[in-house]
Structure formats: C-alpha cells, structure tokens
C-alpha cells in the first residue's frame, strides 16, 4: 500500500470512531432523557399517609425502616418538607436520593 492510501485508511477510520462516539453520546442522552420520563410518571407515595407496606415498596426501605418511619411520623407529626424524612434515623443523603422520585407530601 502506498503511503496516501494507508493515509486514507486512517482517515476513514477516524470518521468511523467519531461517528460512534457521537451515536454513543445521543444514547446515553436519551437514556438519561427516558428516565426522567419514567420517573415523572411514577406514582408517588405520600409519606405522610402510607403504611408501612407502602412504605416498603419503596427501594432501600425494609420494614424496620418502614417502621421507624411511621413512629417519627405519630410522634412528630406530619411531615413539612419532602427533606425531613432525613430527620429519620436510617434515611441517609445516599437513601434519599434514592427514593426522591417516588415520594410526595
């Protein structure tokens, strides 16, 4: 192979690795783009009225959390704020991320 066609190769080779990083950069968007639908869509559950199975449905929450939930909630009151559930021993920054999406007041 001549010099100019190994050249050529190369360049074609660069515009095919380009056009994949491109095509990988718009998947992971509309990934990112579908989730965020998906979680809107998703049918929350009111901390302040749910029992303890409802509770549980949520990811990371067992039932002594779920527990520990209800009894802050008789003893305190209502919560005010989606981020007093932080007040509950147990409901940490990484676990309220996690179930953010799917609560409401």
Known sequence: M?????????????ILISINIVNYVKRENLKKS??????????R?????????????LPG?????????VEYRNANGRFEKLEDLRKVKGVGPKLFRKILPYIKL
Do not use: M, Y
Request: charged letters at 25%; zero cysteines.
């Open 45 to 57: 559950i009111s901390i302040n009225d749910a029992g303890l199975d409802d509770l549980e449905d």
């Open 61 to 69: 929450i067992g039932p002594a959390l779920a527990n520990r939930i």
């Open 2 to 14: 001549s010099r100019r066609e190994v050249l050529f190769v190369i360049f074609l080779a660069v």
């Open 34 to 43: 579908l989730t965020i639908l998906v979680a809107e869509d998703t049918i």
